[in-house]
């Protein structure tokens, strides 16, 4: 009999590689569905995406470090301004977060063997890397969009910004939002469906609500934007008007949509990040979260209530005093679900025994930051002050310490934390821990003057300034600290590289983890799991009992699923499992309707439209192509 | 255990969800459209321009009630294929077509006129008015081409897949009838 | 004018000019009440969050200090640290952002508002790509990039803009307020104390947003109402050769030149700087000027003429007999 059962288990084994294998090479690669290949896609794209972003910020720091330096030129440094923000939102942090952290990582934490769908989940990648190609473009022609990442209007209008600089801008966020949107589609289906069997909504990871809470804002807030994109375009293009006041429009309308929108996006910049921290810190502590379902909701919370913050940008506007107060009012009820985490978050820390190895310690910083962020931000919920200082360096300082310190030091964190899982090869500490030193340091030094700065009077977006204001030692040291920020970031990169090539094989679960990418190898294989695990709890890999019921359940056959490509589905609230799912093979077809996308976008542009249309046309083929292979019908 | 043995609980499939989250994001952005016309008729005093002719209300209310009751055939269409009774499900996504259609068409014609008779390059109420519309047509106009996809696919064979994508595109046409009709309504609104 | 209001004015053009382009732009110098306010409020935030920053650092700090021991200082363990978490979470946060919303955003708010009402003066001020226009009524005084207001007295600054949305903000004197087209917005400017107070445009607003700067130059009322009533008079004489190369854009009062599109200079020579503080207003600097405005100001409208050198002097004489 014992010699009988592993022949049994390694039939079923290989029954589940020869279902799930993908084409090798770069073939492969084009035409793959694997959540997981897709999530490495996505984060060597918007690593490369960060790499533009960061040189955008050090040529600028450069011009700025002194007063009446003429390094850059006024137009160039706009443009340099305009992408740095555009490049960082839209092409580096949104994308690494859902599309590379989450793709990867949700179907493995929910136990299940891909995202719900996908092919969707590749067409979001290509249409993602197309919209990226079309914006960058643009620099190709020295007309990079060049009126600020927010692109307030009448400046963006034909009139005062003639060239193609904001038809760049208008279309590539639109194009970009479509990559968005069915990427948080992808994500919230497969929380709500293909959860383990077992996994009621009280035992999913914090990490899952995190992306559920950023994927819900994304569908919900998107579309102001894209209305705004269009309406900027049908009046620059074909002369509507909805922006100026002498044909019956208006110039905040702009403003209005753009920040409905834009302020649910800083959430849902953060949110993945706190999503990280609640995974780094329980098993850094090795001790579950303190208050997990305050923080579930906190999570949830804070995106919901974020909806109703966004004329806090307008404050300088003129706008009613009553709008002034309630928005005022709304922007202080948001502070509570983030204080509610953070001190979930170092209770947690307290009560366990943590172990302050690198991911640690980046959120560790990331504490720090956030908290320095939050405070400046509460400042601006006093309207007097915030009409002060809004429009200056303190409020660039605000941002930066929520963007990058907030976000970016978890992410930095969790690319340590799960390298060894991804790789099966585990980092080095040592360079780790200087890694973070000169990122944290680098951090504050580019970062924390700019507070001190923008109180002297600086304002933003400015190429140059005067001597004698009293600005130019800030700038300086903000400058040096931008390439000392660089320096740890290289030295992350580093760390990776060498990493993959000489590190010490990890094993399945290196720092014992609690949540289910730790059961499997490391790296995944294709299926995921062997067996579908069953789940009691919010951190089943420390529950021994299941787990090692899984090993039986695989001798015996069950939840093994081998039969073809298959995942189960299971029911929203419980997660009792509902159907067994077929999932699709490896297409072409997304790839060859991004292009097809691609090339529609860049007609629009250049006012093609008959040929754009016959482009969408293509699309629509595509679709037809798509549709017509059909995931094969397994049993039941 | 395998999988023809699972013990399942009747639950949606994963792909009517999709359409679920997707309607929500379309939904959303004809907020967004409804709002931004709410929104410029507070900041003027005349909306529309007193010089223009109010919108027609008899073809466009008539039209919209014939879209809206095809949801009785796409709901018969979305139980058919549940239950797996495909000649059902056709005859009804047949019917259901044949309406969607002859709505487009006309609105399509009615449209072009609009955009004579109210140049969105006059004034910001034709700019929002025909991209309301616009956006709406588009809207059915998708509609549509789900149907003619499905009238194809199952005139041969019913899969699971298949009748997925029929309850996830009955789904679809029940949020298009409510946003015609809020969209009617929005259009109408100079007459109240 | 008096001897001694020619020695008052000669000592504050001297001290201006040794200064060179004047103030600074120090939020927390407060230099009139609406500031102060403001000031105050951003002095109690900054000490409060001080406080509770140095809670977390503590916290952060015993969780390393304390690691090998799994459970609170004091012995408590998760029932405990839920308590905290709700305590200085919710209830500690709740109790003092709503005490920051009532002093900040209903007291002070309501008493830094802009007037409603009349106040004893009035000036507007409307925002250019990238200079701004400035304008008495009543008195018919037209100015640029430089706004004199008596000290100690309510002046209501109506500001809009002539294209896009500018940012009308001097920091010591008041908080920004937008320049919207079709909107006039309103702020309230009152100074303390004489002085030069510098302020710069807060809106991205194109190429050369960052060298649209603006003075607004608080004297005594004698003083104020002798620039008010020079500043009114036409200029003495007129130029064949700036009627011919800059009246298309220049309005000049008491001669043909009367476009709108650039600045009034009418008292050019009585003005501290030249193109909304980029330079000084010397006679090197306003040569440089007149002779490469697109190398000092580069994509700012004046364009590069083609006069030749005893044209430029003459231009030069000119516009520094326009006091």
């Known amino acids: 009999m014992a010699v009988a059962a592993p022949s049994r288990e390694r039939a079923r084994i290989e029954a589940l590689e020869r279902a799930w294998l993908e084409r090798p090479g770069a073939l492969g690669w084009l035409t793959t569905v694997d959540h997981k290949r897709i999530g490495l896609l996505y984060f060597w794209t918007t690593l490369v995406f960060f790499a533009a972003g960061g040189i955008e910020a050090l040529l600028m720091r450069t011009q700025l470090a002194q007063s009446g330096e003429r390094v850059i030129g006024p137009e160039t440094y706009d443009q340099l301004m305009t992408m740095h923000g555009v490049t960082m939102i839209f092409f580096f942090i949104i994308p690494m977060t859902t599309g590379a952290f989450g793709n990867y990582l949700v179907p493995l934490m929910i136990g299940a063997r891909d995202m719900a769908f996908p092919r969707l989940n590749a067409l979001s990648y290509w249409l993602f890397l197309g919209a990226g190609i079309f914006m960058y473009s643009s620099f190709l022609v020295h007309q990079a969009p060049n009126a600020g990442w927010f692109d307030y209007v009448p400046l963006a209008l034909r009139r005062y910004d003639g060239g193609a600089n904001v038809d760049f801008y208008a279309l590539g966020l639109i194009f970009n939002t479509v990559s968005s949107t069915i990427g948080a589609l992808n994500l919230i289906v497969t929380i709500f469906k293909l959860r383990a069997p077992g996994m009621s909504w009280n035992r999913m990871p914090l990490f899952c609500f995190a992306m559920l809470a950023a994927s819900l804002s994304l569908i919900f807030a998107l579309p102001a934007l894209t209305a705004d994109c269009i309406f900027l375009e049908l009046q620059r293009k074909l002369g509507f008007h909805f922006f100026d006041q002498a044909h019956g429009g208006d110039p905040l309308l702009w403003q209005h949509l753009f920040w409905i929108f834009g302020h649910p996006e800083v959430y849902i910049i953060v949110l993945p990040a706190f999503g990280i921290a609640t995974s780094i810190i329980p098993t850094f502590a090795r001790h579950r979260m303190v208050a997990f379902p305050l923080v579930a909701m906190a999570e949830l919370l804070v995106a919901f209530i974020g909806f109703g913050v966004w004329a806090h940008h307008m404050f300088a506007t003129g706008i009613a005093t009553t709008t002034l107060v309630f928005f005022a009012a709304a922007s202080m009820l948001v502070v509570i679900p983030s204080t509610i985490q953070i001190y979930a978050w170092l209770m947690t820390v307290n009560v366990g025994t943590p172990q302050f190895r690198a991911p640690l310690m980046f959120i560790g910083g990331f504490i720090l930051f956030f908290v320095i962020g939050g405070l400046s931000g509460i400042m601006f919920a006093a309207i007097p002050f915030d009409q002060a200082t809004t429009d200056t360096y303190f409020v660039v300082a605000h941002f930066h310490f929520i963007i990058f310190g907030a976000a970016v030091f978890p992410l930095l964190g969790g690319i340590y934390y799960w390298f060894p899982k991804v790789t099966g090869r585990m980092y080095d500490e040592r360079l780790a821990q200087l890694s973070f030193w000169l990122t944290f340091v680098g951090t504050g030094l580019t970062f924390f003057p700019m507070h001190i700065v923008g109180l002297l009077g600086m304002t933003r977006r400015i190429y140059t300034y005067d001597h004698g204001l009293g600005w130019d030692a800030y700038n300086l040291v903000e400058t040096i600290g931008g390439f000392v920020l660089a320096a740890g970031l290289l030295l992350i990169g580093i760390n990776i590289v060498l990493s993959y090539r000489r590190g010490v094989p990890s094993g399945r679960d290196p720092f014992h983890g609690g949540t289910l990418e730790w059961t499997t190898t490391s790296p995944p294989p294709h299926y995921n799991f062997a067996v579908i695990p069953t789940v009691s709890s919010p951190y089943p890999n420390w529950d021994e009992a299941d787990r090692e019921e899984d090993l039986r359940k695989l001798a015996r056959g069950e939840l093994v699923l081998a039969d073809g490509h298959e995942t189960p589905e299971t029911t929203v609230n419980d997660g009792a499992i509902s159907a067994v799912a077929e999932m699709p093979p490896e297409s072409p077809w997304p790839v060859l309707a991004a292009g097809t996308v691609t090339a529609a976008f860049f007609l629009l542009l250049t006012s093609h439209y008959a040929t754009a249309g016959m482009a969408f046309a293509l699309m629509l083929l595509t679709l037809v192509g798509w549709n017509l292979h059909e995931p094969e019908e397994g049993v039941g | ?192 | 004018m008096t001897p001694r209001l020619r020695q008052a004015w000669i000592l504050l053009g001297l001290g201006t000019l040794l200064a060179g382009c004047g103030g600074n732009q120090n939020t927390v110098a407060p230099a009139s009440h609406p500031e102060r306010s403001v000031a105050d409020v951003f002095w109690v935030m900054l000490g409060v969050s001080c406080v509770g920053f140095g809670v977390i650092v503590t916290l952060l700090f015993l969780g390393w200090a304390r690691r090998d021991r799994p459970s609170l200082p004091g012995g408590g363990g998760e029932r405990a640290a839920t308590r905290v978490v709700i305590g200085l979470g919710v209830a500690l946060p709740i109790v003092l952002l709503v005490s920051l919303f009532i002093w900040s955003d209903l007291f002070v708010l309501r008493s830094v508002a802009a007037p409603t009402g009349r106040t004893p003066m009035t000036v507007r001020v409307t925002g250019h790509q990238w200079w701004w226009e400035v304008r008495y009524p009543g008195s018919g005084v037209v100015t640029a990039n430089e706004i004199h207001i008596p000290v100690e007295t309510k002046v209501t600054a109506l500001v809009t803009t002539d294209d896009v949305i500018h940012s009308f903000w001097v920091p010591e004197l008041n908080r920004k307020v937008d320049m919207i087209p079709g909107v006039t917005n309103r702020l309230l400017l009152l100074a303390d104390k004489p002085g030069v107070f510098r302020g710069q445009c807060a809106e991205f607003c194109g190429l050369q947003h960052a060298h649209m700067s603006v003075e607004v130059i608080a004297e005594p009322r004698p003083m104020f109402d002798a620039w008010l009533a020079r500043n009114a008079k036409p200029a003495p004489r007129t130029n064949a050769l700036f009627t011919r190369n800059c009246s298309g854009c220049h309005q000049i009062r008491g001669t043909s030149a009367k476009a709108d599109v650039g600045p009034d200079l009418t008292h050019f020579a009585s003005r501290r700087s030249i193109a909304a503080l980029t330079l000084p207003n010397t006679p090197a600097n306003l040569r440089d000027w007149l002779r490469d405005p697109q190398h000092v100001k580069p994509g700012n409208r004046m364009p590069d003429l083609p006069l030749k050198q005893p044209q430029w002097v003459a231009l030069q004489r000119y516009l520094e007999s326009l006091r």
Do not use: C
């Not at chain 2, 609980?9 to 907020?31: D, N």
């Not at chain 2, 008729?41 to 027609?56: M, Y």
């Not at chain 2, 149907?147 to 046409?173: C, E, H, K, M, P």
């Open chain 2, 1 to 192: 255990m395998t999988a023809a043995t699972l013990p399942v609980r009747h639950a949606r499939a994963k792909g009517w969800w999709g359409m679920a989250v997707f309607v929500a994001t379309e939904a959303t952005l004809f907020g967004t459209l409804v709002g931004t016309y709410i929104y410029l008729r507070f900041h003027n005093t005349h909306w529309p321009p007193a010089r223009l002719p109010k919108p027609p209300v008899l073809t466009p209310s008539l039209l919209t009630a014939a879209l809206v009751a095809t949801s009785i055939p796409m709901f018969v269409a979305s139980r058919a294929v549940g239950a797996g009774r495909r000649e059902v499900a056709w005859r009804a996504l047949t019917v259901a077509f044949a309406v969607q259609v002859f709505y487009l068409v006309w609105q399509l014609h009615d449209y072009v006129d609009a955009i004579h008779r109210y140049p969105p390059q006059e004034s910001a109420w034709a700019s929002v008015y025909v991209t309301l519309l616009g956006a709406a047509h588009a809207h059915v106009l998708v509609g549509v081409l789900l149907n003619a996809w499905f009238l194809v696919r199952i005139w041969s064979r019913l899969t699971r897949y298949r009748a997925v994508g029929v309850q996830a595109t009955a789904f679809y046409w029940h949020a298009v009838n409510v946003i015609t009709l809020v969209v009617l309504v929005v259009q109408l609104s100079p007459h109240l």
